[in-house]
């Protein structure tokens, strides 16, 4: 179990710049979320994959963020024309199981500045 | 939609002392699932402990164990002999319960600073 990987740790852009990070969830693991966490705040839920399918996706996901997941293991977030609300940490979690009750797991996160 | 309050932003106890940070949470479901996590200044969330609602009895981890009044909605920590290590950001989290399979995004409280004072 080599935990949950995120890639970059750090990301500084300029406004306007597109950014996109990766994350490598635990291996056996088929769902996959990303959640958004600003300084001072608890993390706050943008969307969940179940393998491939994005099942989830919250009213915070605006049309310049899309997430991906192709062959249901690794998943990217790409932000488009990153405006300086987007920095923030972007965390990503995993679990297993059909039912509600699979412990997440979370990566490092990646932290974004948009200068 | 679910609210969960953490009203305490931080708090400071000395080493091997019992604490208990407190968690009220807004839902009209009745089945879900209560956690508390840690987020020590690496970053990483680790899971605490977890509650069933249709469960009485709390739930209980070594030094962690839970007092889950469900009736009043409240969902607090506490931790019995307290650690440097202990010292963290922990969240209370809400999660629904969808029968049938499937999952929700996790709600989460603003946290509380937990320090533990040598």
């Known amino acids: 179990d080599t935990g949950v990987s995120q890639n970059p740790r750090h990301k500084i852009t300029k406004r306007g710049q597109n950014v996109t990070f990766r994350c490598d969830p635990i291996?056996?693991?088929?769902?996959l979320y990303w959640y958004r966490q600003t300084l001072g705040q608890g993390p706050e839920f943008l969307t969940y994959?179940?393998?491939?399918?994005?099942?989830?996706k919250s009213r915070l996901l605006s049309d310049r963020f899309s997430a991906e997941r192709p062959k249901g293991s690794f998943s990217t977030l790409e932000i488009q024309r990153t405006e300086q609300g987007d920095s923030a940490m972007y965390l990503c979690?995993?679990?297993?199981?059909?039912?509600?009750?699979?412990?997440?797991?979370f990566g490092n996160g990646t932290r974004l500045t948009v200068t | 939609a679910q609210t969960v309050t953490q009203s305490q932003p931080e708090m400071s106890v000395q080493e091997a002392e019992t604490v208990t940070l407190s968690c009220t949470y807004d839902?009209?479901?009745?089945?879900?699932?209560l956690f508390w996590y840690k987020q020590p200044p690496s970053r990483q969330m680790i899971l605490v402990i977890r509650q069933e609602a249709y469960k009485q009895q709390n739930a209980t981890e070594n030094r962690f164990s839970v007092n889950f009044q469900k009736a009043a909605k409240s969902f607090s920590l506490k931790i019995s002999d307290s650690q440097l290590g202990d010292t963290a950001m922990y969240f209370c989290a809400f999660m629904k319960f969808r029968s049938g399979g499937g999952a929700d995004g996790l709600t989460f409280g603003k946290g509380t600073h937990l320090i533990i004072q040598p």
């Open positions: 979690a995993s679990s297993r199981g059909q039912g509600s009750n699979s412990p997440l797991h």
């Open positions: 291996s056996e693991h088929n769902r």
């Open positions: 839902t009209s479901e009745s089945n879900y699932y």
């Open positions: 994959f179940q393998n491939e399918a994005q099942l989830e």
